[in-house]
């Protein structure tokens, strides 16, 4: 029997620019992959049965057989339902959810499980899943706004999104992205409360609907950050310049977005964090999405080990339940393997 895996890594995202066609900027802005936390799903045929409402005998289950989370499971089938509506025939499918992203806490797990889903069906039924990941996220109705997540998951690295097309806001055109490559001695630390989410579904929906663009001044201040600063930095390995660029990309957006979420941080507690470290000259933090999860950059490996026990000493000390943790990014796409009977191994 043919398995295949799906192992995703997780996307940060530090900020929507909601500018004018004008300006170029029509909800463009700059993320970033990690290896972790990260998607990782297990499909296989479910016996040998085609039959028209095959989609209902779907098998979802935990690692080694575990019950998973309800909601997740109708999350799936959900968008197992949506691929359905443009497939030749149905299918008979295993699922098994081995690792996850949490949700609604900054990390792009929606878009991810959603791509991971979709290209891992099509590896497993071949040309009876017709697509790409652009082509899925919009069947699916992911990157409605921005597609971070979307070219992340396809390429990894550091994305810049210069925003949507003004002629054809639908089709992603080759100019609209800037893929640049993480420096792998570089870590990146992650802070969140273990009990709030961060604005999502018919909330986000609705406030967009509902937002003003931004002030002419404030895209410009943003893409002056994101040119001379992030790109360079990047480009040149300058680990200095990265961080504090990071963080005043990561203030201008946070101002624009206070009003719906509090504050530059959408968590009080977060915000007097960034301003702890900033008084002990560590700069970069950065809220991914609308958080609460926070972005700290490291140098290396010994310096994140550092800054994550003087963060935990200081979450202790204020009786604050976060979770502290360090990541590598990550440079490359989704990993897709495949097993066959045949070959017995991975490729």
Same mark, same amino acid.
């Given at each position: 029997?043919?398995?295949?895996?799906?192992?995703?890594?997780?996307?940060?995202?530090?900020?929507?620019?909601?500018?004018?066609?004008?300006?170029?900027?029509?909800?463009?802005?700059?993320?970033?992959?990690?290896?972790?936390?990260?998607?990782?799903?297990?499909?296989?045929?479910?016996? !040998?049965?085609?039959?028209?409402?095959?989609?209902?005998?779907?098998?979802?289950?935990?690692?080694?057989?575990?019950?998973? !989370?309800?909601?997740?499971?109708?999350?799936?089938?959900?968008?197992?339902?949506?691929?359905?509506?443009?497939?030749?025939?149905?299918?008979?499918?295993?699922?098994?959810?081995?690792?996850?992203?949490?949700?609604?806490?900054?990390?792009?797990?929606?878009?991810?499980?959603?791509?991971?889903?979709?290209?891992?069906?099509?590896?497993?039924?071949?040309?009876?899943?017709?697509?790409?990941?652009?082509?899925?996220?919009?069947?699916?109705?992911?990157?409605?706004?921005?597609?971070?997540?979307?070219?992340?998951?396809?390429?990894?690295?550091?994305?810049? !999104?210069?925003?949507?097309?003004?002629?054809?806001?639908?089709?992603?055109?080759?100019?609209?992205?800037?893929?640049?490559?993480?420096?792998?001695?570089?870590?990146?630390?992650?802070?969140?409360?273990? !009990?709030?989410?961060?604005?999502?579904?018919?909330?986000?929906?609705?406030?967009?609907?509902?937002?003003?663009?931004?002030?002419?001044?404030?895209?410009?201040?943003?893409?002056?950050?994101?040119?001379?600063?992030?790109?360079?930095?990047?480009?040149?390995?300058?680990?200095?310049?990265?961080?504090?660029?990071?963080?005043?990309?990561?203030?201008?957006?946070?101002?624009?977005?206070?009003?719906?979420?509090?504050?530059?941080?959408?968590?009080?507690?977060?915000?007097?964090?960034?301003?702890?470290?900033?008084?002990?000259?560590?700069?970069?933090?950065?809220?991914?999405?609308?958080?609460?999860?926070?972005?700290?950059?490291?140098? @290396?490996?010994?310096?994140?080990?550092?800054?994550?026990?003087?963060?935990?000493?200081?979450?202790?000390?204020?009786?604050?339940?976060?979770?502290?943790?360090?990541?590598?990014?990550? @440079?490359?796409?989704?990993?897709?393997?495949?097993?066959?009977?045949?070959?017995?191994?991975?490729?």
């Amino acid at each position: 029997m043919m398995q295949v895996d799906v192992i995703t890594g997780s996307r940060l995202h530090f900020g929507l620019i909601c500018g004018t066609p004008e300006s170029g900027w029509v909800y463009g802005g700059i993320g970033m992959m990690l290896r972790t936390p990260g998607w990782a799903l297990r499909l296989t045929h479910n016996g !040998d049965s085609r039959s028209s409402d095959a989609a209902t005998q779907d098998e979802i289950v935990g690692h080694q057989g575990s019950e998973p !989370d309800a909601a997740l499971v109708v999350r799936i089938r959900e968008l197992l339902s949506q691929l359905s509506t443009s497939m030749p025939r149905s299918w008979n499918l295993r699922l098994e959810l081995l690792r996850e992203i949490p949700r609604h806490v900054g990390f792009g797990s929606g878009t991810q499980l959603a791509l991971a889903v979709s290209v891992g069906l099509q590896t497993l039924c071949g040309p009876d899943v017709q697509g790409n990941p652009e082509a899925f996220a919009s069947r699916l109705k992911r990157a409605q706004r921005s597609s971070i997540g979307t070219i992340g998951f396809e390429r990894g690295g550091f994305l810049i !999104d210069f925003g949507k097309s003004q002629t054809t806001p639908s089709t992603e055109s080759a100019d609209r992205f800037q893929r640049i490559r993480i420096p792998e001695v570089w870590r990146f630390l992650t802070i969140r409360p273990l !009990d709030r989410s961060g604005l999502c579904g018919e909330s986000e929906r609705q406030y967009f609907d509902r937002a003003a663009t931004m002030p002419g001044q404030l895209v410009a201040n943003m893409d002056q950050i994101i040119r001379r600063g992030i790109q360079p930095a990047l480009e040149q390995q300058n680990f200095d310049l990265f961080a504090r660029s990071l963080s005043e990309y990561g203030n201008l957006a946070g101002t624009f977005y206070s009003s719906e979420q509090g504050g530059i941080f959408s968590d009080p507690s977060i915000a007097e964090l960034a301003e702890f470290l900033a008084r002990n000259s560590i700069v970069g933090t950065a809220q991914s999405s609308w958080g609460p999860a926070v972005c700290v950059p490291a140098q @290396n490996a010994e310096s994140a080990e550092q800054l994550r026990e003087t963060i935990t000493n200081y979450a202790t000390s204020h009786h604050y339940h976060w979770l502290v943790e360090v990541h590598r990014p990550q @440079n490359y796409g989704a990993t897709i393997r495949i097993q066959t009977p045949e070959s017995r191994q991975f490729f």
